[in-house]
């Protein structure tokens, strides 16, 4: 392999050569390799379907429903009224968006508000992750390969090394990144004056953000769970992109199993297309939706197998809880950070699981929901001298 062979531009950069000879000197101050893979392409292809972690077939360039334009993304009405503000202070301005930070549970929109701000702020995107910028010179090639209002895009920022993060305090406040070239009695250290940019961080844990990264974003938004009505308005939104007629009770079926999440939404529509379709279908109505998503175990609440699973194991091994995090995941086979960011939001939302200090509890609505008599001194009402279990216990 020859030397040209050998150069590529930096992480998250365009192919394009500009600013490569800074990026090598940057790689070579860092002592970078060619070693690097990106943990964002390690999908696991048994993540179940009503999963809010991305699959690729949710970025399918063929049949992207992503919004691109503000006006058309639905939802997060009080996140859109107030970045519309921010946004034209800034054009008035003619100044880069402040710095953004947008935190919640997955699938709810925070890679696409990033594109939107990008699109409607006129700029270029670079969008990377916290787990794949490994080294220092990884990001200080991205920094000094932006343009004047370019937008950064890191998704899951809670991850990145802390001695990496240092390296964005000067840039997010100054924009400006030092380092250091050679070692011992040769080293000399380089200050390099940046573009102003935007950095938007994303994340589904805010609270493992550092105080001092934390601080230095200029807006912060918090996403939430979309309601029915919203998600029913994205799936025909969807439907309508991918060629596929749906009625609004059709629409509202789906929209009410998916959890609250438009990642989810748009999954099921496309798996309930394929049932439609091999029914002869010209239409998805509420029939049909109901009968794809029954196929599927997915229940009018969106709960799936692994749901239920998860409180009829707090129910039979636990007496209903509470049962600590660590000892739950070992129980059900999954992982405990799994547990906490993709199973309990919406199952605390449900009001099903509640947390106590002592552990994880499930609720009466849960007893009631899975069709369990709480057991006797359980303070449950309704409470009697026997419990029913229907904890499938695939693996004894």
């Known amino acids: 392999m020859n030397s040209k062979q050998k150069k590529r531009a930096p992480l998250g950069a365009d192919t394009a050569d500009e600013g490569l000879d800074l990026a090598d000197l940057v790689n070579v101050a860092y002592d970078r390799d060619d070693s690097y893979s990106n943990d964002s392409n390690d999908f696991d292809f048994e993540n179940r379907i009503v ?37 034209d202070a800034a054009r008035l301005r003619h100044e880069p968006l402040d710095h953004v930070l947008l935190y919640g549970p997955p699938g709810l929109g925070k890679t696409t508000l990033s594109n939107i701000i990008a699109a409607e702020m006129g700029v270029n995107l670079r969008i990377t992750s916290g787990p794949s910028i490994e080294k220092k010179g990884d990001l200080v090639a991205l920094l000094t390969n932006l343009n004047e209002g370019d937008v950064l895009f890191i998704d899951e920022i809670h991850r990145l090394p802390r001695m990496i993060e240092e390296i964005l305090y000067p840039a997010m406040e100054d924009f400006e990144v030092d380092f250091v070239i050679g070692k011992g009695p040769t080293a000399r250290s380089i200050r390099i004056d940046l573009p102003k940019f935007t950095l938007i961080g994303a994340t589904t844990r805010a609270g493992q953000l550092t105080t001092p990264l934390r601080d230095r974003f200029g807006v912060i938004f918090k996403l939430e769970l979309y309601t029915p009505e919203q998600l029913a308005r994205i799936v025909q939104r969807s439907a309508s992109i991918l060629g596929i007629p749906i009625s609004p009770d059709g629409a509202f079926e789906l929209a009410s199993r998916s959890r609250g999440t438009p990642r989810i939404a748009n999954r099921l529509l496309k798996r309930v297309r394929d049932f439609a379709q091999v029914q002869g279908k010209a239409e998805i109505d509420a029939a049909t939706t109901g009968y794809a998503l029954d196929r599927l175990e997915i229940d009018n609440l969106g709960l799936d197998n692994t749901d239920r699973r998860m409180m009829e194991a707090i129910i039979r091994f636990y007496g209903g809880g509470p049962v600590g995090l660590d000892t739950l995941a070992a129980t059900v086979g999954e992982e405990a950070v799994t547990i906490e960011d993709v199973y309990e939001p919406y199952l605390m939302q449900l009001g099903f699981v509640s947390r106590t200090p002592r552990g994880r509890c499930v609720t009466r609505l849960a007893y009631e929901h899975l069709g369990i008599t709480p057991p006797p001194g359980s303070g449950i009402p309704g409470a009697a001298g026997t419990q029913i279990s229907t904890f499938d216990v695939e693996n004894e």
Not at 63 to 83: C, F, H, M, T
């Open 51 to 87: 999963s809010p972690t991305e699959a690729p077939e949710d970025i399918d360039p063929e049949a992207s429903l992503r919004p691109r334009r503000l006006e058309d993304y639905i939802g997060q009405d009080k996140v859109k009224e107030n970045l519309h503000v921010y946004m």
